[in-house]
């Protein structure tokens, strides 16, 4: 038997917001991070600064690590209501950019400095140092 997830609405999210009792909303879903204030790579202030309210933008902004979105499910507590539910679509980013990282296996990911190497060669060889 399944058991349901907890619904809590914005305005009982909202009352708690210091740090004896710190949630937060990140993608519609409600976090109670109070035991992970100490522990917060960025420092608690930052958690505490969201607290009480949507952390999603903030979230993203960042570029949380995969580690830390696996993290995140240790202290997922709820849903939140959906007549309280943001409808923004957030991009997930992870890269040190602050944007997803992805990368090429194909021959195409060697091809243009292949093709940038050819051209400095060739400039070289005919045009900077011709008939040495």
Same mark, same amino acid.
């Given at each position: 038997?399944? %058991? *349901? ?9 909202? %009352?708690?917001?210091?740090?004896? @009792? ?6 519609? =879903?409600?976090?109670? #991070? ?11 202030? #930052?958690?505490?600064? =969201?607290?009480?309210?949507? @952390? ?8 949380? %690590? ?18 309280? =539910?943001? %409808?923004?679509?957030? *991009? ?8 997803? *990282?992805?990368?090429?296996? @194909? ?26």
């Amino acid at each position: 038997m399944a %058991s *349901q997830k907890k619904v809590f609405r914005a305005e009982e999210v909202k %009352s708690h917001k210091d740090s004896k @009792s710190t949630w937060l909303i990140i993608h519609n =879903q409600v976090y109670d #991070v109070t035991k992970f204030l100490d522990e917060h790579p960025g420092g608690e202030e #930052v958690l505490l600064e =969201q607290a009480g309210g949507d @952390s999603t933008e903030a979230f993203e902004d960042v570029g949380h %690590s995969t580690d830390a979105r696996d993290l995140m499910k240790d202290y997922l507590i709820g849903d939140l209501h959906p007549d309280d =539910q943001s %409808s923004k679509n957030y *991009q997930a980013n992870t890269g040190p950019l602050g944007r997803e *990282q992805k990368t090429s296996g @194909s021959w195409t990911g060697w091809l243009i400095p292949l093709g940038i190497a050819l051209v400095a060669a060739l400039t070289y060889r005919f045009i900077i140092a011709p008939n040495n």
